[in-house]
């Protein structure tokens, strides 16, 4: 089991950037894999990027590739994502989700257990 707790989101000016962090409780966070997702307002939930349990391989959704960036520190059972160049379709809610696995994987459904959000506004 763990405990997933997010921070970091906020309101932005378009072209801003955000670094959004999720704190997992437990002693094995290395032992999972790690995902962003988002959620915007009648739009179902989609994916963002993921990262294996090393931090060895990571895969980004097209909408955010080249300005988004997901790590990792084992140390310190935190995964980030640094949000670069924000849009306001980036507007959303942001969920972090830790998989049994060492794969990264940007499949919601290969995800065991879900932060409860923080939310990004990016304003025109």
């Known amino acids: 089991q763990v405990q997933l707790v997010e921070s970091g989101g906020g309101l932005v000016q378009a072209g801003g950037s955000l670094r959004l962090s999720c704190a997992a409780s437990g002693r094995t966070f290395s032992s999972y894999a790690m995902g962003w997702f988002r959620q915007a307002p009648g739009m179902e939930r989609e994916s963002v990027a993921t990262?294996?349990?090393?931090?060895?391989?990571?895969y980004y959704a097209d909408s955010v590739k080249g300005r988004f960036t997901i790590s990792r520190d084992n140390a310190k059972n935190t995964v980030y994502l640094q949000m670069n160049d924000l849009k306001p379709e980036d507007t959303a809610v942001y969920y972090c989700?830790?998989?049994?696995?060492?794969?990264?994987?940007?499949?919601?459904?290969?995800?065991?257990?879900w932060g409860q959000g923080t939310q990004v506004t990016v304003s025109s």
């Open positions: 989700a830790a998989r049994n696995g060492f794969a990264a994987t940007l499949r919601a459904s290969e995800y065991n257990y």
């Open positions: 990262i294996s349990r090393t931090g060895g391989s990571t």
